[in-house]
């Protein structure tokens, strides 16, 4: 059974750099059927999509996040990870990794719906 | 982006009730949308993909129609376990976007 678990710093300062990595279990990060992805969602708001990435290191990112997000894959540990620089308060939110189906769309193969999210993770940012 | 926009925000049912969700895109999607329901400090659950596809495990109440930009979550008889905030998700590119979210309050 597919576990995906957050970890990371709950407080980050604004204008620092939030980190948090994704242990992957019960399967194997190095799978061709996904992509992995992070997702946030601010407390009592809705969710929102950060970016992807494919085993192999291919990563796409939402437009307005692009300059400050970095998602990285270490197939060694079966881990990924979030870096979100120049945070600021409204970013306070619970972070999500999870697990998407890879589709193909029109040639492109791409990350699909999440199938298996982790639990999640508050972050907050506050000084 | 893609916009999404669901309706209502906010749903008062009782059990037994038939209940609808609509979600529209700002620009055709095809058939690539998914439904996610989502309890209180929970992660959500995958309820529908590609539209009208159901999830293995999901029950059979739940279904999902539609294509472009119009797309419905339907519940045929609301159960008290249903009772949630569902979040539609287009998925035709590489940006991702949600909706805003429906709240299935009890009536």
């Known amino acids: 059974q597919l576990q995906l678990q957050e970890s990371g710093p709950g407080l980050v300062k604004p204008s620092e750099t939030l980190s948090l990595t994704c242990t992957v279990s019960g399967g194997s990060i190095s799978s061709s059927s996904y992509y992995w992805g992070w997702l946030r969602q601010p407390p009592g708001k809705g969710l929102e999509w950060i970016g992807n990435i494919y085993y192999s290191g291919s990563t796409y990112y939402k437009p307005s996040l692009q300059s400050r997000v970095t998602i990285s894959v270490d197939t060694s540990k079966n881990q990924f990870s979030l870096k979100l620089s120049s945070v600021t308060a409204a970013e306070t939110a619970v972070y999500y990794c999870?697990?998407?189906?890879?589709?193909?769309?029109?040639?492109?193969?791409?990350?699909?719906?999440?199938?298996?999210w982790g639990q999640g993770t508050l972050v907050t940012v506050s000084s | 982006d893609t916009q999404m926009t669901q309706s209502p925000s906010t749903l008062s049912a009782s059990v037994g009730d038939r209940v609808t969700i609509t979600c529209r895109a700002s620009q055709s999607i095809s058939s690539w949308l998914a439904w996610y329901q989502q309890k209180p400090g929970k992660a959500p659950k995958l309820l529908i993909y590609k539209a009208s596809s159901l999830e293995s495990g999901v029950p059979s109440r739940f279904s999902g129609s539609g294509f472009g930009t119009e797309f419905t979550l339907t519940i045929s008889s609301l159960q008290p376990d249903d009772f949630a905030t569902y979040y539609c998700?287009?998925?035709?590119?590489?940006?991702?976007?949600f909706g805003q979210g429906t709240k299935v309050e009890i009536k």
């Open positions: 998700q287009q998925y035709n590119g590489y940006f991702q976007t």
């Open positions: 999870a697990r998407h189906t890879r589709i193909n769309i029109y040639g492109l193969l791409i990350a699909g719906n999440v199938d298996n």
